[in-house]
């Protein structure tokens, strides 16, 4: 199992979660249960400072449903950077995604 050094952007994030998570998201379809022991994960990791590969694909999963939720009206959005893909080159993009950010999310799986 591959365990994941948590850095400060890692941390930054992971704390902008928590914070999403403990505001109303089982009003868009989330558990209560789900989200109690999504934000316990969250805070083990920050305490341990490290995640393994399960933990991440579950964070990302739940990243993928923040990010939905919170730019479900704007379509050119990386939801890996959060990053307007407006002006971006077609070449240079995975449908509304920053071609380099899949490629860097593939790799790190």
């Known amino acids: ?35 109690w022991r999504i934000r316990e994960m969250i805070t083990k990791i920050q305490d ?5 590969d399960t933990e991440r694909d579950l964070l990302n999963e739940i990243r993928f449903e923040w990010f939905s939720n919170k730019y479900k009206d704007t379509e050119w959005v990386c939801k890996y950077c ?3 893909t407006k002006n971006v080159e077609y070449d240079y993009l995975s449908g509304f995604d920053h071609l380099s950010c899949v490629l860097e999310f593939e790799n790190n799986r």
């Open 82 to 84: 959060c990053k307007s």
């Open 48 to 52: 341990r400072g490290y995640y393994t």
């Open 1 to 35: 199992m591959k365990t994941i050094i948590v850095d400060n952007k890692t941390f930054i994030g992971l704390r902008k979660l928590d914070n999403w998570l403990s505001k109303q998201p089982w009003q868009n379809g989330l558990e209560m249960e789900t989200i």
